[in-house]
């Protein structure tokens, strides 16, 4: 796995050492662990997925994780791209909405000993003001718009990235905070579940 990434251009060696030491089968799904190691996203409960290794390394390269950095991410999932963050970052503060999801994942990173990892269940959309701001966010599925609310509890020059866009299809977009101002830019295509919530797409829309 690791040789596809870095063919892919992931160059960041703190990255590669995170994506090296979590092992993603702990993550998956034991009828597809025989794949675990695939660079292919996976079912896990609820109708979600487990993102694909490389857009894991990509996104998580280009939140540029320094060592104190406090971050948010938004949808837990089955937890794996917590456990990397929280290789490379202080502390990860991961809201799920499914309570079956963020079960699974609470085991799968205690059974890790990922003791600065804290989950919560809710919508994210609204972030978690009480631990706000945070130096980055992470949003791991498909924002239908610009995510006010979680850019609000972004610091002053911290970094937010996430998927913006239709169902099938989204563009990944990077957001440096410079006071009120973001400042844009489009870093590529991926496809991610949708983010359903206030400010997310519409539980019936999906
Ligand atoms: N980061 C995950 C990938 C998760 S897939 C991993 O590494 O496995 C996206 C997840 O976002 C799904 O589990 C979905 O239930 C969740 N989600 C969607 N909208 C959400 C919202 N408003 N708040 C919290 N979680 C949400």
Known sequence: MLTQLERRGIRDTRVLEAMRKV????????????????DTPLPIDEGQTISQPYVVARMTSLLELQPSDKVLEIGT????????????????????????????????LDEQAYTNVVLK????????AEFAPFDKIIITAAAPKFPKTLFSQLKDQGLMIF???????QELVLIQRNGEEAIMKEVG??????????????????
């Open 189 to 206: 295509q991926v496809s991610f579940v949708p983010l359903v919530g206030r400010e997310g797409w519409a539980n019936n829309t999906v």
């Open 163 to 169: 998927p913006m866009g239709e169902m099938r299809m």
């Open 121 to 128: 269940q809710g919508d994210g959309t609204i972030g978690w």
């Open 23 to 38: 092992k993603r089968h702990h993550f998956v799904d034991p009828a597809f662990r025989d794949r675990a190691y695939d």
């Open 77 to 108: 999932g089955s937890g794996y791209q917590a456990a990397i963050i929280a290789e490379l970052a202080h502390k990860v503060f991961s809201i799920e909405r499914h309570m079956s999801l963020l079960q699974k994942a609470r085991k799968a």
